[in-house]
C-alpha cells in the first residue's frame, strides 16, 4: 500500500467511528452542571421476560407492542423512534439484553447506558448490516474525538436473539456476545473519559438514514431509508438487569461527575469488583420509582450527527433516538448538536490529510 492510500484509507476510518455516535443525546438536569433530583436507584437484579407482558418499572415511546418474541419496536414512518426506557438507574452493573435488530438500509438499532451528567455505554447495529454490530462509549458526553467506537463480528443478528451483555464497573467495562466477551475498556484507557455515573437503560431503532438528516449521518448508516420497504422492527426478548451499589436514590453530592462522589441512600455504591464501596448516610427519605424522574423540558443534544430529527424530549421520555415524544408528537427539531465545534475542526484535520496525501498520489 503507496503512503497516500494508508492516509485515504485512515481518514476513511475517521470519517467511519465518527459517526458511531448514535442519535442525539439529551439530558434535562446535568449534575455537573447544577442540582438536580436524586436517581431512583435499582438496587437489586432481576430478569424481565417481554414474552409475557410489558414489564413494570419500564416506560415506552412510539410504536411498541408486545408478543411471543418479546417487545416489538418499530420504525414504519418517518420521524418514528420508539423507546423502552427504565424507569431506574444502576450505580455499575450488568445487563444482559436478548435482541433481535432491525432490518433495513438506514435503520439503526441501539441498547445503551446513558447517566444525566451524559456518560453512556453503547450497542448499535445497522439495518443493512448484518455481520457486524458496533461499540461505543462517552464520558460526560464529551465529542472532540471520535476514537472509541469499534466493530465486531456479529453475523446474523437481523434473524437471529442474541444476548449482549454490557458489564460495568469502576475498572473496566466489557461488552459480550453470547457470553464471549469482544471488548474490553479500561478505565485507565479511557483518556479520562470513562463512564461513570448512574445510568438508566434504553433500547429502540431510529431512522438514522432519513433523507432529512446530514449526509456523513446518511453514510455511517447504509444509505437513506426507504419507508415502503418498512416498517423496520427491532425485537427484545427479555433484559436482565443487576445493579451492583444498593439503595433507594443515588445522589451527586458535588459536581465533579466521579463515581466518588455519588451517595446512595440506605444503601452504598460498589466501585469494582473487589467490593470497593462508598457508604451512605441513611437519614435521607425514600422516594418513589418515579418521583426522581426529570421533567420534559429539552436542553442539550450532543453526538454530533447534525440530524434533522424530531424529538424536544428528555433523556427519560426519549433518550434513544431524536423522535418524537408522547405529548409531541411532531416537535421540531432539536437544537444543535454541542459537538459541531469539534466535529468542524475533525472536518479542518481530515482536509489537512487529504492535501497532504494528493501530491503523494500523483
Known amino acids: 500500500m503507496t503512503l497516500s492510500c494508508y492516509i485515504m484509507a485512515m481518514v476513511m476510518t475517521i470519517l467511519m467511528l465518527s459517526y458511531l455516535a448514535d442519535a442525539q443525546t439529551f439530558t434535562s438536569c446535568n449534575p455537573t452542571k447544577t442540582n438536580c433530583p436524586k436517581d431512583p436507584a435499582f438496587g437489586t437484579s432481576a430478569t424481565f421476560d417481554l414474552t409475557k407482558s410489558l414489564p413494570n418499572k419500564w416506560k415506552t415511546v412510539g410504536t411498541v407492542t408486545q408478543d411471543k418474541d418479546?417487545?416489538?419496536?418499530?420504525?414504519?414512518?418517518?420521524?418514528?423512534?420508539?423507546?423502552?426506557?427504565?424507569d431506574f438507574y444502576i450505580m455499575f452493573g450488568r445487563v444482559e439484553y436478548t435482541i433481535k435488530a432491525a432490518p433495513g438500509a438506514g435503520i439503526v438499532s441501539s441498547a445503551v447506558l446513558q447517566s444525566d451528567c451524559l456518560d453512556e455505554i453503547d450497542w448499535e447495529w445497522l439495518g443493512g448490516d448484518n455481520a457486524q454490530v458496533q461499540t461505543n462509549y462517552f464520558g460526560k458526553g464529551d465529542t472532540t474525538t471520535y476514537d472509541r467506537g469499534a466493530f465486531h463480528p456479529d453475523p446474523g443478528n437481523h434473524e437471529?436473539?442474541?444476548?449482549?451483555?454490557?458489564?460495568?464497573?469502576?475498572?473496566?467495562?466489557?461488552?459480550?456476545?453470547?457470553?464471549?466477551?469482544?471488548?474490553?475498556?479500561?478505565?485507565?484507557?479511557?483518556?479520562?473519559?470513562?463512564?461513570?455515573?448512574p445510568c438508566f437503560i434504553k433500547v429502540g431503532p431510529w431512522a438514522a438514514g432519513d433523507p432529512s438528516n446530514s449526509p456523513g449521518t446518511i453514510e455511517w448508516a447504509g444509505g437513506q431509508v426507504d419507508y415502503l420497504k418498512g416498517p423496520f422492527t427491532m425485537f427484545l426478548k427479555s433484559i436482565k438487569v443487576t445493579d451492583y451499589s444498593s439503595g433507594s436514590e443515588y445522589e451527586y453530592t458535588d459536581k465533579s461527575g466521579s463515581w466518588k462522589s455519588i451517595k446512595a441512600i440506605d444503601g452504598s455504591v460498589k466501585g469494582d469488583s473487589s467490593g470497593a464501596t462508598t457508604s451512605s448516610s441513611t437519614v435521607y427519605a425514600t422516594a418513589s420509582l418515579t418521583s426522581s424522574i426529570p421533567d420534559t423540558s429539552p436542553t442539550t443534544s450532543i453526538h454530533d450527527n447534525n440530524t434533522a430529527s424530531n424529538s424536544t424530549s428528555n433523556p427519560t421520555s426519549n433518550p434513544v433516538t431524536a423522535s418524537t415524544s408522547p405529548s409531541s408528537p411532531s416537535s421540531s427539531q432539536p437544537p444543535l448538536a454541542t459537538g459541531a465545534a469539534s466535529k468542524s475542526s475533525l472536518n479542518k484535520?481530515?482536509?489537512?490529510?487529504?492535501?497532504?496525501?494528493?501530491?503523494l498520489a500523483i
Open 349 to 359: 484535520y481530515l482536509t489537512i490529510l487529504l492535501l497532504l496525501a494528493a501530491p
Open 160 to 197: 437471529t436473539f442474541k444476548t449482549y451483555t454490557i458489564d460495568w464497573d469502576s475498572n473496566r467495562i466489557l461488552w459480550q456476545i453470547d457470553g464471549n466477551t469482544v471488548r474490553t475498556l479500561e478505565e485507565k484507557n479511557a483518556k479520562g473519559q470513562y463512564p461513570q455515573t
Open 70 to 86: 418479546g417487545v416489538a419496536l418499530t420504525v414504519a414512518k418517518k420521524l418514528d423512534g420508539p423507546v423502552l426506557q427504565s
